[in-house]
């Protein structure tokens, strides 16, 4: 401010209204001393909100902390007597704040916090790795920025991690996928790289990492150490290469979905093994070749929807041709000759005439990773897809 008597009234305001908060602290009882720690938190992260168009923070006064409207109180672990603040449910207010930083690391008993859609900016910060407490983070639908929230890797204690709907880039640590999570949702930021190769088993049952900018072929070990999953969502990305036999290991998926990406060369027969498989998606990709039968007569009964629309495949067996004539197998705008719905002979034909990428190891499309379950060598030998020519 220029005029001088404007600013000495602005600091004759601030510091009465430092005082008379003060004061007002001074006045209040808790009911504990827990309490009392995050009650000025609380009052400080209030003053930066500026927008509240549900008026949530009205309710943010006096010394009943737990009756505030999204505060939760609890017993914390370590002393069963004692009442603190142990969970944040902030969904859905749209409250308006420039960051979070002074206030979810301030709350030291805190086990949940879930702020999904609101308009929270800043970065995550560094010090909630100090919340021994925490186990389900969502913060998903904000305006958060930077890099992936590292501070997460170093909490063993969390067990669902929902970052989507956001601003995040660059890459995503390895050792994110080696955690006890067994919610991780990143999809919808703009992460880009490959995905990395991680060495240890996994224990996440959902998966999504659609709609962001990873690069580079699926890693098999994140498909190999990822048996318990039972939702994968790679969708809206740019991955290459071809689909790994190792998509098979995934067992207990009922909803895989790599659609939208740049995958080549034939599907592998050890789609077979995916015995729980319902919703299995790999349209808008650059597949060619035959659609293996023994997919489409394993599959039958468990899958409610099939798609490998937008493709280049050459070739539909009898028993494919029962699941399109069922609505369970979408072929639309491949390359099957006297098939309706496909692409142009020019457009089959220019994508024939360019060089292919073949896969590095070509036995890799035939190899099964489920002899022991419920397909056997013979059923499978019996079943070979058939090579079609190119048109």
């Given at each position: 401010?220029?005029?001088?008597?404007?600013?000495a009234i602005?600091?004759?305001c601030?510091?009465?209204?430092?005082?008379?908060?003060?004061?007002e602290?001074?006045r209040l009882t808790?009911i504990?001393k827990?309490?009392?720690?995050?009650?000025?938190?609380i009052?400080?992260f209030?003053s930066?909100?500026t927008?509240d168009p549900f008026?949530?923070?009205?309710?943010?006064?006096g010394?009943?902390?737990c009756?505030?409207?999204?505060?939760h109180?609890d017993?914390?672990?370590?002393n069963?007597?004692?009442v603190t603040?142990?969970?944040i449910?902030f969904?859905g207010?749209q409250?308006?704040?420039?960051?979070?930083?002074?206030?979810?690391?301030q709350?030291p008993d805190?086990?949940?916090?879930h702020?999904?859609?609101?308009n929270?900016g800043?970065?995550?910060p560094?010090?909630?790795?100090?919340?021994?407490y925490?186990?389900?983070?969502?913060?998903?639908?904000?305006?958060f920025?930077?890099?992936?929230?590292t501070a997460v890797?170093?909490?063993?204690?969390?067990?669902?991690?929902?970052i989507?709907?956001n601003?995040?880039s660059?890459?995503v640590?390895?050792q994110?996928?080696?955690?006890?999570l067994d919610?991780l949702?990143i999809?919808d930021?703009t992460?880009?790289?490959?995905?990395?190769?991680?060495p240890a088993?996994s224990h996440?049952?959902f998966?999504?990492?659609?709609?962001n900018k990873f690069?580079?072929?699926?890693?098999?070990s994140?498909?190999?150490?990822?048996t318990?999953?039972?939702?994968?969502?790679?969708?809206?990305?740019d991955?290459?290469g071809?689909?790994p036999?190792e998509i098979g290991l995934?067992?207990?998926?009922?909803?895989?979905d790599?659609?939208g990406?740049?995958?080549?060369g034939?599907?592998p027969?050890s789609l077979?093994?995916?015995?729980?498989?319902?919703q299995?998606?790999?349209?808008?990709?650059?597949?060619?070749?035959?659609?293996?039968?023994?997919v489409?007569?394993l599959l039958?009964?468990?899958?409610?929807?099939?798609s490998?629309s937008?493709?280049y495949?050459t070739?539909?067996g009898?028993?494919?041709?029962?699941?399109?004539e069922r609505?369970?197998?979408?072929?639309?705008?491949?390359?099957i000759?006297?098939?309706?719905g496909?692409?142009s002979?020019e457009e089959?034909?220019?994508?024939?005439?360019?060089?292919?990428?073949?896969?590095?190891h070509?036995?890799?499309h035939?190899?099964l990773?489920c002899?022991?379950?419920?397909?056997?060598?013979s059923?499978?030998?019996?079943?070979?897809?058939m090579?079609?020519?190119s048109?």
């Amino acid at each position: 401010m220029k005029n001088p008597l404007l600013l000495a009234i602005f600091l004759v305001c601030a510091i009465a209204l430092r005082d008379t908060r003060t004061r007002e602290e001074e006045r209040l009882t808790f009911i504990d001393k827990r309490l009392e720690v995050v009650y000025p938190v609380i009052q400080e992260f209030k003053s930066l909100i500026t927008l509240d168009p549900f008026k949530v923070t009205q309710t943010w006064k006096g010394s009943d902390i737990c009756s505030y409207r999204g505060f939760h109180c609890d017993n914390p672990p370590d002393n069963k007597t004692a009442v603190t603040v142990a969970s944040i449910d902030f969904n859905g207010f749209q409250l308006f704040a420039p960051s979070i930083e002074g206030f979810i690391d301030q709350l030291p008993d805190l086990a949940l916090f879930h702020v999904n859609s609101n308009n929270f900016g800043g970065t995550v910060p560094s010090k909630i790795v100090n919340l021994k407490y925490l186990y389900e983070l969502d913060i998903s639908n904000n305006k958060f920025t930077g890099q992936f929230p590292t501070a997460v890797v170093d909490m063993p204690g969390l067990t669902f991690l929902d970052i989507r709907f956001n601003s995040f880039s660059g890459s995503v640590p390895p050792q994110i996928f080696g955690q006890n999570l067994d919610v991780l949702f990143i999809n919808d930021n703009t992460f880009t790289a490959s995905l990395p190769e991680i060495p240890a088993d996994s224990h996440i049952l959902f998966l999504t990492l659609a709609d962001n900018k990873f690069n580079g072929p699926l890693p098999r070990s994140i498909l190999r150490s990822m048996t318990t999953l039972t939702e994968v969502l790679f969708l809206n990305n740019d991955f290459t290469g071809c689909i790994p036999y190792e998509i098979g290991l995934l067992k207990g998926a009922s909803v895989i979905d790599i659609s939208g990406n740049k995958l080549t060369g034939p599907l592998p027969l050890s789609l077979m093994c995916l015995e729980k498989v319902e919703q299995l998606n790999f349209a808008g990709n650059l597949l060619f070749g035959a659609i293996p039968e023994a997919v489409c007569m394993l599959l039958r009964d468990n899958l409610v929807n099939l798609s490998l629309s937008d493709n280049y495949f050459t070739h539909v067996g009898p028993w494919c041709k029962i699941l399109v004539e069922r609505g369970v197998l979408d072929v639309r705008n491949n390359c099957i000759p006297f098939f309706p719905g496909q692409r142009s002979i020019e457009e089959c034909a220019e994508f024939f005439v360019k060089p292919k990428y073949y896969c590095p190891h070509p036995w890799f499309h035939s190899f099964l990773p489920c002899r022991y379950s419920h397909i056997s060598s013979s059923s499978s030998s019996a079943f070979m897809p058939m090579v079609a020519p190119s048109p």
